[in-house]
């Protein structure tokens, strides 16, 4: 570094505390020292990330740069600021195109693309308490060593006022564990070798949330929703429901858990051609512990007027629509769709996806959700980023939108 860089950054640094120690609001002088920092270092985007050790979540208390991503919190345990919050270490991608650590950023979209980044702990007396992450320089140019040595420098200075100010971030409620995988794996035998779908998965579901798991073809999306639904066996790990362990279930076991726990919807209807919309409702509500009535199973749906209807007569929606009607004639804890809304257009699409946002916001079960379509990933409460058969990262999102907002 040269002496000129030095003293600016000494100024810069000094800077950070006057606006830390002597700001009326916290989040004002959080955001500018974070200005301050994405300043300095020339570039596009920052984000000031804060550890809440009770939800093990990192929020983003301020940011900078293309979008708002203020309803963004992630598990801190995931991706690389899960690297910097376990290790307290910083880390730099020099070339974002290059490093096979980088997994994108919240900011990444079709307008905005990272090509390089640094993140750089907020180190407390007891610990990680947070990160700063910068993205890009404004000149094109890469994050070069001295920049992660300025960035670090910059982090300390504002890690030691903060602590000084006891800044707690307290996002609220606890929530509660419905089902639990542990270093979940899923083999399948491969002529003389094995082929490794699940590579040790670990994710909580909670109550009345909506996850959906996105992720490309073939990286064990469909794996991991057969597995949680009891309907595939697990290599190796662990799978809890509420507490109990269900890793070996026997056969009594599994069918009292699917009858009594679960709604399983997929890309197909499945319905049976030979019964009326009503009939292939009440099926399932015969073999289910705890039914609802399959009347309001269908009026649930919106489909009462159809009731007498065989599905060849009904749209793909539609049939959609009663098959979802068959999950939730089980009145089950939790429903696991396996893209629902592949099959359909967009219209039909949205359709269902309001029925799905129903049965979360206002009946209090809990859905999983796989899909491939991103927008759909704006409703959710969380979304499971799955990469080669393992979780890449979780992001919390604070205000999911209603699915009348999707647009795709
Ligand atoms: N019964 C099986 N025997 C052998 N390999 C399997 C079996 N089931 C799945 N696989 C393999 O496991 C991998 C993951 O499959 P999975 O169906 O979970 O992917 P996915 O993420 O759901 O993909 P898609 O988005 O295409 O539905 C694939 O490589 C697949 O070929
Ligand atoms: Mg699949």
């Not at 040269?2 to 100024?11: A, E, F, G, V, Y």
């Not at 300043?39 to 804060?50: K, M, N, Y």
């Not at 649930?300 to 793909?316: D, H, I, T, W």
């Not at 592949?342 to 029925?355: C, H, I, N, R, T």
Request: proline share 3%; aromatic share 6%; net charge negative.
């Amino acid at each position: 570094m040269s002496s000129d860089q030095n003293s600016r950054l000494t100024k810069a640094t000094m800077d950070i505390m006057k606006k830390l120690l002597g700001a009326d609001t916290l989040d004002q002088a959080l955001s500018e020292s974070l200005s301050s920092i994405v300043g300095f270092l020339d570039s596009e985007a920052g984000i000031l990330w804060f550890l809440d050790k009770k939800t093990g979540r990192l929020f983003p208390v301020c940011h900078s740069g293309p979008d708002d991503i203020s309803g963004v919190s992630i598990q801190a345990d995931s991706g690389l600021e899960g690297v910097v919050i376990s290790t307290g270490k910083p880390v730099r991608i020099e070339d974002a195109s290059q490093d096979p650590r980088f997994e994108g950023t919240v900011f990444d979209s079709q307008s905005f693309k990272t090509s390089s980044m640094m993140l750089v702990p907020l180190t407390g007396g007891e610990g990680p308490i947070g990160l700063i992450e910068v993205i890009n320089k404004k000149d094109g140019a890469l994050y070069t060593e001295d920049d992660l040595t300025i960035t670090s420098r910059m982090a300390a200075v504002a890690a030691m006022t903060i602590e000084e100010k006891g800044l707690i971030v307290d996002t609220g409620e606890e929530k509660n564990v419905l089902i639990s995988l542990r270093e979940v794996t899923k083999e399948y035998p491969s002529g003389d070798t094995v082929l490794q779908v699940l590579k040790g998965i670990n994710l909580d579901i909670y109550e009345n949330e909506f996850v959906v798991v996105l992720g490309e073809s073939g990286c064990g999306k469909s794996t991991m929703m057969n597995i949680i639904g009891g309907m595939d066996n697990l290599t190796s790990g662990t799978i809890t429901i509420e507490g109990k362990d269900y890793s070996n279930p026997s056969d009594a076991e599994l069918t009292m858990f699917r009858r009594q726990y679960l709604g399983f919807i997929f890309q197909q209807y499945n319905l049976m051609p030979n019964l009326t919309a009503l009939e292939n409702v009440q099926f399932i509500a015969e073999i289910a512990k705890d039914p609802i009535k399959a009347e309001d199973a269908l009026a649930k749906v919106g489909l009462s007027e159809r009731a007498g209807n065989y599905p060849a007569q009904l749209s793909g929606g539609q049939q959609q629509r009663v098959s979802i009607a068959r999950a939730l004639v089980k009145n089950p804890r939790v429903i696991l769709a396996d893209e629902p809304t592949a099959a359909l257009d967009f219209a039909s699409g949205q359709e269902v996806l309001k029925v799905i946002e129903d049965i979360v916001r206002n009946q209090g079960t809990t859905v999983v959700m796989v899909t491939h379509n991103v927008e759909i990933a704006k409703m959710a409460n969380r979304v499971v980023n799955l990469r080669a058969g393992k979780i890449a990262s979780i992001k919390w999102n604070l205000d999911p939108i209603s699915a009348e907002e999707i647009v795709w």
